[in-house]
């Protein structure tokens, strides 16, 4: 699926780090699993996840400024975003 996310007006810019399996979600125009992304005004973790095509349940953890919080922590401007995905083992 190709992504790439609009500008808009009123918009916010966060940090995103997606670690492991996550990388497949990464937008078309991200060159790492790290990568600065314009959002709407109150949008949540569990929003930008939809935006990026990644299923809620595959997120194990999820860390914003560097704390622990769940998907329905509202992003603001400057955020810092890391998404960890389940990790699967024999």
Known sequence: MVKKLM??????????KLH???GQYKPIDADSLTFD????EEMTVLELLV??????????MISLNDKLVKSTATLSDGDRLILF???AGG
């Open 85 to 87: 995905s389940t990790i």
């Open 20 to 22: 492991a399996s996550l």
């Open 37 to 40: 992304m314009k959002i709407s």
């Open 7 to 16: 500008h808009q007006h009123n918009t916010k810019s966060i940090s995103v």
């Open 51 to 60: 935006l990026l095509s990644i299923p809620n349940e595959i997120i194990k």
